[in-house]
Structures are given as C-alpha cells and as structure tokens.
Antibody
Framework: QLQLQESGPGLVKPSETLSLTCTVSGASISSSEYYWGWIRQPPGKGLEWIGAVYYNGRTFYNPSLKSRVTISLDTSNNQFYLQLSSVTAADTDVYYC???????????????WGQGTLVTVSS | SYELTQPPSVSVSPGQTASITCSGDRLGEKYASWYQQKPGQSPVVVIYQDNRRPPGSPERFSGSNSGNTATLTISGTQAMDEADYYCQAWDSSTAVFGGGTKLTVL
C-alpha cells in the first residue's frame, strides 16, 4: 500500500529556510508514471499547491512561490524534498506531500496524501 | 493567474442532495477533481477526471464539468459527509485549488 510521510522541523525562524522530506513507501518514485508534489494549508484555511518533481528531476512550481522554492528527489532513498527560503510568519502552514499524475492530463489528481506536518515560523 | 471559486458553505438535510459548485474560466475544458477533508485529517480524493469515483468513494458521490462550472453532487447525504470540499484543476502546469466549501449536514 502506497504511503507518504512528511518529516522535518516543526519550528523555523524567520528569514531561514524551511526544509521538509517526504518518504515514500509502497512504490518507487523512479516510476515515469507519477509526479510527486507539495501542498500547504494555513490552519483553518484552504489548500495551496507549492510544486512538484518528476522522476527525472524536472520540476514545476507555483509562480507565486517560485523564487523561494526548491523541490528535489533522491531515488536511492525513495524520498523527495521541499526547501522554502526566506520564510516569514505567513509561511506557517500544514505541509502535505502527495502523488499525482501528469499535470493537465486526465491523471492529474492528487492521491494519496501524507498526513501533513505543521511548520511554525517564529523566533 | 487562474482561479477556482467555490461557495464558502453549503447546508443540507440528511438524506437530501447536496451540490457544491466550482467555477473557473473554461473549466469544462480541463479535468476537475474533488477532495474531501475532515477536521484534523488529510484531503482524500472523492472524484477525479470530472466524474470518476476512486475505489472507496461511496456511490452517492458524483461529478460533472461543463462550461465554466464543475459540480460535486452528494445524493442521500449522510452525517459522515460533513466536511470541507475542495475542487482542483490544472492550468498551464500549475495546480489550482478552489477556496473550499464547508458542507454542513443538519
């Protein structure tokens, strides 16, 4: 059964870089069939797509976050990563990782999702 | 940038039909997905490719997408369906989510 699990610091200081890991079990991220994405959600608010990475390292980013985001992957560890630089209190969110099919295709839905991890930006 | 608009809230009586809309420019030319999120839980897909149900999604969930509007319909709504619902589509390789609709079953 495919499972995704986010991990990383729950507290990050303003102006620093937020770094999260998504560990995938039950499937290989080396598959050309799927993409691996990050989504965030402010507590009590809606979902915002951050970006995604393909097995070959190709990345897709939300234009509103592109200047601060880096998504990468390590196929040997079956993990993919999120880095968000120059964080502020506005980046305090629950961060989810999820698998999806090719963007803009009939397979572009997100499933499954990780359980999410709350990251608070505070000094 | 592309936007998807949902009503903030929808109320329905148990056993009745709930409809949640999602509006976006030429949304019918894209594929829409719907996610259910209960408090403290991760989102779960209930409809993909406009109108397909994944394994485990109850038959009472259905979807449509035409023109500028996608619609999630829940027939015979049950108390367990009370949750937040989000639509999602892709625009130029960017995933877009609607603002979410809180479904209240009362």
């Amino acid at each position: 059964q495919l499972q995704l699990q986010e991990s990383g610091p729950g507290l990050v200081k303003p102006s620093e870089t937020l770094s999260l890991t998504c560990t995938v079990s039950g499937a290989s991220i080396s598959s050309s069939e799927y993409y691996w994405g990050w989504i965030r959600q402010p507590p009590g608010k809606g979902l915002e797509w951050i970006g995604a990475v393909y097995y070959n390292g190709r990345t897709f980013y939300n234009p509103s976050l592109k200047s601060r985001v880096t998504i990468s992957l390590d196929t040997s560890n079956n993990q993919f990563y999120l880095q968000l630089s120059s964080v502020t209190a506005a980046d305090t969110d629950v961060y989810y990782c999820a698998r999806h099919g090719r963007p803009s295709s009939a397979a572009g839905w997100f499933d499954p999702w990780g359980q999410g991890t709350l990251v608070t930006v505070s000094s | 940038s592309y936007e998807l608009t949902q009503p903030p809230s929808v109320s329905v009586s148990p056993g009745q039909t709930a409809s949640i809309t999602c509006s976006g420019d030429r949304l019918g030319e894209k594929y829409a997905s719907w996610y259910q999120q209960k408090p403290g839980q991760s989102p779960v897909v209930v409809i993909y490719q406009d109108n397909r149900r994944p394994p485990g999604s109850p038959e009472r969930f259905s979807g449509s997408n035409s023109g500028n509007t996608a619609t999630l319909t829940i027939s015979g709504t049950q108390a367990m369906d009370e949750a937040d619902y989000y639509c999602q589509a892709w625009d130029s390789s960017t995933a877009v989510f609607g603002g979410g609709t809180k479904l209240t079953v009362l």
